[in-house]
C-alpha cells in the first residue's frame, strides 16, 4: 500500500472513530425532546425528567407544559416528542378498558399499560413513582380525630350512622362511575343532595380550601392523592383499602427507540421516580401551588440536594 493510500485509510479511520461516543458517555445525536402537561405536577416531574437527562450529557429541547393528556399521547405517537411524565391509570383510558381490576392494583396496572404499550406503540414505561395521585377523600385533622376517620370504611361508617357530613366536590366527581360513586359501591354508604357541596370545575384548590375553613358547612373534600395544598391545610387523606380507584403512578414514558440510543435514560430516571413518595411529591406540588415557586427551580433543588444532579 503506497504511502499517500495508507494516509487516506488512516483520515477515514479517525473520521470514524470520531463519531464512536467514549466509554459512559451518549453520542452526539439528534437531542430528546421532554414534554409535560400543564398541571402542576406534570411540570414538576417534566423538569426533572429534563434535568437529570441534561446531567447526564444528554442534549434536549424543553416542550414542558405541551398541552393536556390527549395532546400528550398523540404527540408521543407520532414521534413529536420524545419522552414525559404519564399515569399508569390512564392505560385504561388509551385502551379503553377501565373494568380491568388490573387498573386498580399498583404492579399489575404498571405491568399491564409497559405491556400493551411496548407491543402496540414502541413506548416504553420507565420505573413508577411509589405514590397514587387518584382521587381521594380528605378531611381536616380535627375532623378525622373527632370521628375516628383513617379510611374509607371509617368513612362509610360515619356516613351511615347519620353524621353531619358535608363533601365538597366537582359535578365530575360527584358523577363519574370512576368517582364519588365507586366509592359508595365498594364501602356500601350514599351521601344525598344536602351532604353535598358541587362546585364548577375541577380544582381542588377550592374544594380543599372549603373543607379546611369550614366554608357552608364543608368538612370533606375531593382531592387528589398529591395534592400540595393537603399538607398546608392540615388534611387527612383517607386511605382506600378495598380498592375503590384506579391507581395512577406517574412514570416516564420514553420511545424505544429513543432509549436504545440513550440507554442510560432508565437507571437514572429510576433512582430521580423512586424516591418520591405521595408524601414527597405533597412538599414539593406546594412549593409550586401554594408557594408560587417555578417548577423547575423547585425539581433543581430536590434533584441536587440528593446528589442526583452529579
Avoid at 108 to 113: F, K, M, P, S, T
Wanted: proline share 5%; net charge neutral; charged share 25%.
Amino acid at each position: 500500500m503506497g504511502r499517500r493510500r495508507a494516509a487516506v485509510v488512516r483520515l477515514v479511520v479517525c473520521a470514524i472513530l470520531a463519531l464512536v461516543p467514549t466509554a459512559g458517555r451518549p453520542a452526539a445525536l439528534e437531542p430528546v425532546r421532554v414534554a409535560s402537561k400543564l398541571d402542576t405536577e406534570s411540570a414538576l416531574l417534566g423538569a426533572m425528567i429534563l434535568l437529570t437527562l441534561e446531567a447526564s450529557g444528554i442534549s434536549t429541547v424543553d416542550k414542558l407544559q405541551l398541552g393536556p393528556t390527549n395532546i400528550l399521547r398523540s404527540a408521543v405517537i407520532a414521534g413529536e416528542i420524545d419522552i414525559y411524565p404519564e399515569y399508569t391509570g390512564n392505560g385504561a383510558l388509551f385502551y379503553g378498558d377501565d373494568r380491568d381490576p388490573a387498573w386498580r392494583d399498583s404492579r399489575a396496572g404498571y405491568d399491564r399499560v409497559r405491556a400493551l404499550d411496548m407491543a402496540r406503540r414502541r413506548l416504553v414505561w420507565l420505573a413508577p413513582a411509589p405514590a397514587d395521585n387518584s382521587w381521594v377523600v380528605a378531611v381536616p385533622r380535627a375532623v378525622a380525630a373527632a370521628h375516628h376517620l383513617a379510611t374509607m370504611t371509617d368513612f362509610a361508617a360515619w356516613v351511615r350512622a347519620g353524621g353531619a357530613v358535608r363533601l365538597a366536590a366537582s359535578a365530575e366527581f360527584v358523577e363519574s362511575p370512576a368517582a364519588l360513586p365507586a366509592f359508595e359501591r365498594s364501602y356500601d354508604f350514599r351521601l344525598g343532595p344536602a351532604s353535598l357541596l358541587v362546585l364548577a370545575g375541577g380544582d381542588t384548590a377550592v374544594t380543599l380550601r372549603a373543607a379546611a375553613e369550614h366554608i357552608s358547612g364543608v368538612n370533606a373534600a375531593m382531592a387528589y392523592g398529591t395534592d400540595g395544598a393537603l399538607a398546608v391545610l392540615d388534611l387527612v387523606v383517607l386511605d382506600d383499602p378495598r380498592r375503590a380507584q384506579v391507581v395512577y403512578e406517574p412514570a416516564p414514558v420514553v420511545r424505544a427507540a429513543v432509549l436504545e440510543r440513550y440507554p442510560v435514560i432508565r437507571d437514572r430516571l429510576a433512582t430521580v421516580f423512586g424516591g418520591l413518595d405521595a408524601a414527597s411529591l405533597r412538599r414539593l406540588n406546594a412549593r409550586i401551588a401554594v408557594d408560587g415557586e417555578v417548577a423547575r427551580r423547585v425539581a433543581s433543588d430536590y434533584l441536587d440536594a440528593r446528589g442526583l444532579l452529579r
